[in-house]
């Protein structure tokens, strides 16, 4: 029988992990934390259930919806998803609808969009390389100013000047300034844009339920999931992984390795790794995030899922409202969970503050978008710090990665997965799909580039999987 070693218990590895033991193959997932699910985790919080932020589930591709269906089966509810960017004192629908933006934007803000819209049509730029530029070819530098520019500084940290357009084309491809206005005249129905989506799917009790319930069923089916046991490094001969070393000094054998732990980590682990590659490495970066829970002495805060905070003059980017997702994450109780998100590197003051002054922001920040009341009370305050969460985009990472890319396809046995795994700023269902066709490759022996998925994110559109192949 063959045995596959998975590092990390997030959504990449765990959705190899049932996969394999699908077809009664030996697993073994190490995962450096006490926890499950990664950065799609559930806890339980102050008598109530929250996720680390938000996280939706949407996708057409038929092998991530078949590893819903089969793990959450009916146990989830539709939720219709009520959105808003806050921007200069004033909340925006998002998706966008017409008679909204019209009333919260001056007639000459309007024309001045239209303008540099039209001048952009005319002129446009040519082989966009950074996030700014891709996104004032395609919607005219004023509402790239309003709808893009500020949040994207906050979220990454550097300037969209210096983000590369990889980024943008990921996130935002397909959609145009035509085509937001198309459905904000429609009222976005029909809307097939995934950054549009007015629906989706989300597990009763959190979205971290799709991971333990993954979880039991590997070790159900005799595989073993190690928490709090860290893989230290890789154990390579002659080109072909062999198996890993975890921190307690063990070493484990298997005949495949997966990983979905930071590629830098990863590279780290290997011995004898070529100056290139570790010089590549040391180029390529992480963003954190600290995460604000705020139980509030209310049930009817605002309606919003989530609200997008584009205004500079406050340091937080987005708002989680626990309250308008599902009922079953309440269980009963009358107050309102709220979590605010602020982002930093390591070095960055706020990223070590301590838990009271996170939570003073926090709070005097909600304040100042009027959110909450200023006699209003705070119940409980609770902090949780997450470390690489998204991999940096700059300029210059495409070339430092293919260095990496190139000399890790050399490695036999070797996938790495996932956001952290593969240096990928991928949403859940990209994890799922790269963790399935890992997986898959094992299975089938087949050879399916999984360093393709997220550069491309046709497949979601279309429901269709590239099956491209390493040459």
Known sequence: MKKVIIIGAGPAGLSAAYTLSKNDIDVVVFEASPYIGGMSRSFDLWGQRVDLGPHRFFSKEPKINNFFDEIIKEDYALVSRL?????KKRFFDYPLKLLNVLSNLSITTIFSILFYY?????FPIRNPETFEKWVTNRFGKKLYTIFFKYYTEKLWGIPCSKIDADWAAQRIKGLSLFEAVWNAFKGNKGNKHKTLVDEFSYPKNGTG????????????????????????????????????????????E?????????????????????KSVLDASNKLYFRNTILVYLEIDRDDLFE?????????EVRHGRITNFRNWCPSL??????????LEFWAFDADPIWKEKD?????????????????????IIENTKIVRVPKCYPVYEIGYREHLDVIEDYLIGIDKLTPIGRYGAFKYNNQDHSILMGILAAENIVNNTKIDLWKINT???????????????Q
């Open 456 to 470: 491309d994110t046709e497949y979601q559109e279309d429901g269709e999987v590239k099956d491209v192949l390493i």
């Open 356 to 376: 009271q002054y996170l939570s003073d922001i926090a709070i005097k920040e909600l304040k100042t978008l009027k959110l909450i009341g200023e006699t209003e």
């Open 304 to 312: 919003d899922n989530w609200i997008y905070v584009h205004s500079p």
């Open 209 to 252: 339920t799709l991971y333990e319930r993954s979880a039991s069923y590997v070790e159900d089916n005799g595989g073993v999931i190690h928490k709090n046991k860290p893989v230290q490094s890789i154990v390579i001969e002659n080109n072909q992984c062999k198996g890993v070393i975890t921190v307690d000094g063990e070493k484990h």
């Open 118 to 122: 039209g001048k952009q049509r005319i």
């Open 330 to 339: 309440n269980k009963g109780k009358n107050s309102t969970i709220l979590c």
């Open 83 to 87: 959105t808003r960017i806050y921007y």
């Open 254 to 274: 298997a005949d495949y390795i997966i990983s979905s732990m930071p590629l830098t980590s990863l590279l780290k682990g290997i011995g004898s790794v070529p």
